[in-house]
């Protein structure tokens, strides 16, 4: 499965953006059931930011990003976003999508259960 991640850029705090990763090689017929957003800053550990199966019923969040970001996905194209709003200087990262085998279906929130990842795409916060 590749992944490619989109929509990071530069954006006053408080403000908002929409992240995208779209899946696609040996995805045919068999959607990915879970994917995963996980960023990065500098000098910093991957951690995880969100996460959402198949149908979009089951959701995980990090306590950082509760309440601020949703995460959401088309499963017919094999899509999933990551509405950020609220922004605040320190989520300022390179954020990073994922995917986990498709045969699995838990929703997990380390980054060790995922196989697949997307490039990365920068999200900038400035105060």
């Known amino acids: 499965v590749q992944l490619q991640a989109s929509g990071g850029g530069l954006v006053q705090a408080g403000g908002s953006l929409t992240l995208s990763c779209a899946a696609s090689?040996?995805?045919?017929?068999?959607?990915?059931?879970?994917m995963g957003w996980f960023r990065q800053a500098p000098g910093k550990e991957r951690e995880f930011v969100a996460a959402?199966?198949?149908?979009?019923?089951?959701?995980e969040y990090s306590e950082s990003v509760k309440g601020r970001f949703i995460v959401s996905r088309d499963g017919a194209r094999n899509t999933m976003y990551l509405r950020m709003n609220s922004l605040k200087p320190e989520d300022t990262a390179v954020y990073f999508c994922?995917?986990?085998?498709?045969?699995?279906?838990?929703?997990?929130?380390?980054?060790?259960?995922?196989?697949?990842w997307g490039q990365g795409t920068q999200v900038t916060v400035s105060s």
């Open positions: 090689g040996r995805t045919s017929g068999h959607s990915v059931a879970v």
């Open positions: 994922a995917a986990r085998p498709t045969y699995q279906t838990y929703v997990s929130t380390s980054p060790e259960g995922y196989i697949s």
């Open positions: 959402i199966n198949r149908s979009g019923v089951r959701k």
